[in-house]
């Protein structure tokens, strides 16, 4: 499925490894047509095509001794394919529009969401590519099979978000915990990155209460945590209902919240309440938001121009 974390474990693979200290690129094969793929995989010398005005190192290159993630192999061209199969075996390239041979010494980790091996039965898919990066495969179930990686995970995220945005240390509470391993996931490892990111984004203490993220999974509010029936592999799934939704307990009657809402649109509410309870005043409102006073003003001009907020704001 999309979204199960193919990328988060492509990233453990590579930090747990003796090439750690070493780049780790990823591309997304499905995103890219095929010219521009070879050239952002390959790297192309200047004057090679229309446009190359200088020399371009490509990902394999810039990824020597490191880890190079292909996200969506799947969708790679079959002359791109070709191009791939003779790295994977030589350890060897060209840039575009250069004769020169380059020696490289890249990690390759390849992933999809679909059946490559039907694929390749099928001739869909180079045979001999993928059985070239078939050499240990992986496969990674969805978030709702597998609801004891959600404690590990969740942390994770939340430390990972604070440091990149600059923000004070945060952690989920024991409750919080308990409602994310409980929901089900419909979006995968991608739907709880995202949330964590809301979290930190919207949560003005050190710890994250389970009240502010219950209305993102569409909860009603449990008096107990809700019962989990058991995978084929051991570990615990929610009951899964129209809209993504899990049950409140097994006994009493579904209720719903409200669906899942965007982030930009959570941020425009709480901006918006908290300048109404400084009655306007945009420095004090900033400082209470931990934002910059310029920061704030750009938001409330954008916000205006699409008529979101009112103009005396």
């Not at 010219?35 to 190359?52: D, I």
């Not at 079959?78 to 840039?95: D, N, T």
């Not at 609801?147 to 942390?155: C, E, F, K, M």
Request: with cysteine.
């Amino acid at each position: 499925e999309s979204g199960t974390g193919k990328e988060v474990i492509a990233r453990a693979i590579h930090e747990l490894s003796a090439r750690a200290a070493e780049p780790f690129l990823a591309v997304n094969c499905a995103a890219m047509s095929e010219s521009l793929m070879e050239s952002e995989l390959f790297g192309h010398e200047r004057g090679s095509f229309t446009g190359a005005d200088r020399l371009r190192q490509g990902r394999f290159e810039l990824a020597h001794n490191g880890t190079l993630l292909l996200d969506e192999v799947s969708e790679v061209r079959p002359h791109i394919q070709a191009k791939l199969l003779r790295v994977l075996q030589e350890r060897a390239f060209e840039r575009v529009g250069s004769s020169t041979t380059i020696s490289i010494d890249v990690r390759v980790i390849a992933t999809t969401n679909r059946d490559l091996p039907n694929e390749a039965a099928r001739g869909e898919f180079r045979q001999d590519l993928f059985y070239r990066l078939n050499v240990l495969p992986i496969s990674l179930p969805p978030l709702r099979e597998r609801s004891q990686d959600v404690p590990l995970l969740a942390p994770h995220f939340v430390r990972t978000i604070c440091a990149r945005e600059g923000k004070p240390a945060k952690r989920l509470s024991d409750a919080a915990l308990d409602l994310l391993t409980a929901y089900a996931w419909p979006g995968n490892v991608r739907e709880l990155q995202n949330l964590c990111e809301r979290a930190v984004v919207l949560c003005q203490k050190d710890e994250i209460p389970a009240d502010l993220i219950r209305g993102w999974l569409g909860l009603a509010m449990p008096m107990t945590r809700p019962a989990t029936p058991t995978a084929a592999n051991g570990s615990a799934l929610s009951p899964v209902f129209p809209g993504g939704g899990v049950a409140a307990t097994d006994t009493s009657p579904l209720r719903w919240v409200r669906e899942p809402r965007q982030l930009s649109d959570i941020e425009r509410e709480v901006i918006v309440e908290t300048l109404k309870r400084f009655d306007g005043h945009r420095l004090k409102t900033a400082k209470a938001l931990g934002i910059g006073v310029r920061t704030l003003g750009l938001k409330l001009k954008k916000w205006k121009e699409q008529h979101l907020v009112a103009d005396h704001l």
